[in-house]
Each structure stands twice: as structure tokens, then as C-alpha cells.
């Protein structure tokens, strides 16, 4: 299960306020919703996979967005943070990720199924996810190459 901290403005999942996300034990999934709009996501990561959905496009909405942050960094290869498009939807997450290292990463105009943290992801890495009621538009940062992908 995870633990939910509160800083401040931060409160729970599906609440009013933002989110942090510490997950401490176990894989966990989290289901988004259209009332999770506008909320900004403090991801903090352990040993296991956090695996976070989507809702729907037509059930976001235009106008619905995220933002995901990194606080800390998933210690090993198995420790993966996933941001998925709701089984519902066909793959409808576009975008670019910029590298401060490198030239990036985007979707290339192809729409994608996820966004994948993994374990190079550094402290402030993040994604800000826009929905227009049919696709989701990503734009992220990252510090190291591949540590924020597309899949």
C-alpha cells in the first residue's frame, strides 16, 4: 500500500490538492481520474513498479493535464515508473522528451502507449501531460539519456 505524505498543499490521491506518491513496499497501480486535473504528482520510488493510468481522453477532457515529478530515484532496473494510456483508448500519448545531454527523445508523430521512467532517472526529471479529449500531449525533461521514454 502506498504512503501518502502531507506537505503542505499535498494530500491524497483523487483529492483536492497535489500528490505525492511514495511507494514503499510493494507494486503499486494508480487509476487517474477526471477530477485528478491540474494536480501535480511527486513521485517518490522504491524498490518496486508504480504503474499510473490515464483515464480516458474523452473522459479527461480538453483541457485536463499533469504534471509528474521525480523526488527520488528508483534504486534498481526493476523499480519502473510507467505512465500508461487507459486500456479503453488506442495509443494516444504524444510528445517529446528534451535531454539536457543529448537531442531527446519524442514520439515522432506516432502515438505511443506510455511513458517510462526507469532507473537513471534523476531527482526533477518530469513529464506534464495535456489532453485535448481525443490525445494526450507530453512534454518532459530529463537529465540523462533514456532515463524518460516513450513506448
Given at each position: 500500500?502506498?504512503?501518502?505524505?502531507?506537505?503542505?498543499?499535498?494530500?491524497?490521491?483523487?483529492?483536492t490538492?497535489?500528490?505525492?506518491?511514495n511507494?514503499?513496499?510493494?507494486?503499486v497501480n494508480?487509476?487517474?481520474?477526471?477530477?485528478?486535473?491540474?494536480?501535480?504528482?511527486?513521485?517518490?520510488?522504491?524498490d518496486?513498479q508504480?504503474?499510473?493510468?490515464?483515464p480516458?481522453?474523452?473522459?479527461?477532457?480538453?483541457?485536463?493535464h499533469?504534471?509528474?515529478?521525480?523526488?527520488?530515484?528508483?534504486?534498481?532496473?526493476?523499480?519502473?515508473?510507467?505512465?500508461?494510456?487507459?486500456?479503453?483508448?488506442?495509443?494516444?500519448?504524444?510528445?517529446?522528451?528534451?535531454?539536457?545531454?543529448?537531442?531527446?527523445?519524442?514520439?515522432?508523430?506516432?502515438?505511443?502507449?506510455?511513458?517510462?521512467?526507469?532507473?537513471?532517472?534523476?531527482?526533477?526529471?518530469?513529464?506534464?501531460?495535456?489532453?485535448?479529449?481525443?490525445k494526450f500531449?507530453?512534454?518532459?525533461?530529463?537529465?540523462?539519456?533514456?532515463a524518460?521514454?516513450?513506448g
Open positions: 500500500m502506498p504512503l501518502l505524505k502531507k506537505l503542505g498543499r499535498v494530500s491524497q490521491l483523487n483529492g490538492a497535489d500528490i505525492l506518491i511507494e514503499d513496499s510493494d507494486p494508480y487509476y487517474l481520474q477526471r477530477g485528478d486535473s491540474g494536480k501535480v504528482l511527486f513521485i517518490e520510488q522504491d518496486d508504480i504503474e499510473i493510468y490515464l480516458t481522453a474523452s473522459d479527461a477532457g480538453a483541457g485536463w499533469m504534471n509528474f515529478i521525480i523526488t527520488a530515484v528508483p534504486p534498481s532496473s526493476a523499480a519502473m515508473i510507467q505512465i500508461h494510456k487507459n486500456t479503453n483508448d488506442s495509443n494516444n500519448i504524444h510528445g517529446v522528451i528534451n535531454v539536457w545531454d543529448d537531442d531527446g527523445n519524442a514520439s515522432d508523430g506516432t502515438a505511443k502507449d506510455d511513458i517510462s521512467f526507469d532507473n537513471t532517472t534523476k531527482i526533477g526529471d518530469r513529464v506534464e501531460i495535456f489532453c485535448d479529449g481525443t500531449y507530453c512534454y518532459g525533461d530529463a537529465a540523462t539519456v533514456g524518460v521514454e516513450f
